[in-house]
């Protein structure tokens, strides 16, 4: 079979099946969040870290760590709020935890890139996935609290495991990591016993 009559057969199958074809350029779309790097570094002192690694990273964390939530959780849940919730970064470009003129417009960035990104589903999907985002945006049940708690422990590990060089390096004080790390309490009591000592931790060593 030539290639012309194989690219025919592709084209016909996607005229056919609408629902497949949004589900696969959407599919092919968050391909680009591999793309979106950010200020962490892998351990060992690695290159920065991009969003679907930190995605991942978080998701398979929350899975680990489930027994420490503060409540009982719908873990699959949490592990797609994991998933899902750097997406919009696609368009809205990554946005560091401690820069403050760029946290001024992220609402507003995240908001437009959420609706055209997950626009691209069939409508089920693309108002289930809006759905999920937005509960882990609003920071109010359970699984949402031990998601963002996910995501700033999965960052503070790597910083920890590299001596504090991130904070470092953007000049980072301890003020600041704890009013990121503050609200861990609420979705994991341990974990946030953890992060208090890693913030100490690095506070004695004058990295914060």
Request: charged share 35%; with cysteine.
């Amino acid at each position: 079979m030539n290639n012309d009559a194989t690219n025919d057969q592709l084209e016909l199958l996607m005229k056919e099946n609408e629902r497949l074809r949004k589900q696969l350029e959407f599919s092919l779309e968050i391909d680009k969040e591999k793309t979106i790097f950010r200020q962490t570094h892998l351990s060992n002192h690695g290159r920065n870290e991009n969003d679907s690694e930190h995605a991942w990273h978080m998701a398979i964390m929350a899975y680990i760590l489930r027994e420490y939530s503060n409540k009982e959780i719908d873990i699959a849940k949490v592990m797609l709020m994991c998933l899902i919730h750097d997406v919009v970064e696609i368009d809205a470009g990554d946005t560091y935890a401690y820069d403050p003129e760029g946290l001024k417009t992220q609402k507003e960035r995240e908001e437009k890139a959420k609706n055209r990104i997950f626009g691209m589903l069939p409508e089920d999907q693309k108002n289930e996935l809006i759905s999920i985002w937005e509960e882990f945006e609003e920071y109010e049940t359970a699984e949402s609290k031990f998601a963002h708690c996910m995501d700033n422990v999965q960052p503070l590990l790597l910083n920890n495991s590299n001596d504090g060089m991130d904070w470092v390096e953007h000049d980072v004080n301890e003020l600041q990591v704890r009013g990121r790390q503050g609200k861990n309490i609420e979705g994991s009591r341990m974990l946030y016993k953890l992060t208090d000592a890693i913030i100490k931790r690095h506070v004695d060593k004058g990295h914060l």
